[in-house]
């Protein structure tokens, strides 16, 4: 029974650059949350969607991110134009859809930019 | 900002309970309280939650006061693969955010 996936566990990108993140939730969890981790501090909520559709993005930082969980397929963290500032741990979790089910999070994706 | 008080860091002898206390005194009655930790470098693991009745699974047991305002993780036996930092995390049973909040934590290490 194979938990939160994301790939990769390592990416390094050059200032400008875009960076994609990909999380596949837990087989028969619907909702699917991202999360970061910038160094030597706590995780902060960024998005949350469900199937085709963004529930909370009130974490989101307003410009460069962006996120879709489509129909098929991983959901998808993506960077534009990448900054120093960027540097962190992007943590995926995901839920099922009933209420108080507990959200699993991934290994994440640490993401370097020279 | 998160909605619960924890120390910053215990210690605990391994083979011992671990007793990780957490402060939600503005808890309402419709949030759950919830435990995960992070060992260093992976993704949080989830490890209980529970709304007003004490809980416990193969994990840990977790004791909620009465009137909610506080509740205690307990790993009865404590290894060495125990030495994380432990998040506690109230969160609405239904009608809020679905995010998860999460403080400092206590930073628990296990002693051998």
């Known amino acids: 029974n194979a938990g939160v996936m994301q790939n990769p566990r390592h990416l390094v990108r050059r200032r400008g650059q875009e960076a994609r993140l990909r999380c596949s939730p837990m087989?028969?969890?619907?909702?699917v949350y991202w999360y970061r981790q910038l160094p030597e501090e706590g995780l902060k909520f960024m998005v949350y969607l469900q199937k085709e559709n963004i529930i909370d993005e009130s974490g989101m930082p307003k410009e460069r991110f962006s996120a879709e969980f489509p129909k098929e397929g991983p959901s998808i963290l993506r960077i534009q134009q990448v900054v120093r500032g960027d540097s962190a741990a992007y943590f995926c979790?995901?839920?099922?859809?009933?209420?108080?089910?507990?959200?699993?999070f991934g290994d994440g994706t640490r993401l370097s930019i020279l | 900002d998160a909605k619960t008080t924890q120390p910053t860091s215990m210690d605990c002898a391994e083979g011992r309970a671990a007793n990780l206390p957490c402060n939600h005194s503005?808890?309402?009655?419709?949030?759950?309280v919830y435990w995960y930790r992070q060992i260093h470098s992976q993704g949080p693991q989830y490890i209980i939650h529970?709304?007003?009745n004490n809980e416990t699974n193969e994990m840990a047991s977790l004791i909620i006061t009465e009137d909610r305002k506080s509740s205690t993780l307990i790993l009865p036996h404590a290894t060495l693969r125990d030495t994380a930092v432990y998040y506690c995390?109230?969160?609405?049973?239904?009608?809020?955010?679905?995010?998860?909040?999460f403080g400092k934590g206590t930073k628990l290490t296990v002693n051998p």
């Open positions: 995390i109230v969160r609405p049973t239904q009608g809020g955010s679905e995010k998860l909040v």
């Open positions: 979790a995901s839920s099922q859809a009933h209420s108080n089910q507990p959200q699993h």
């Open positions: 529970g709304l007003k």
């Open positions: 503005t808890i309402s009655g419709n949030e759950y």
């Open positions: 087989k028969g969890h619907s909702h």
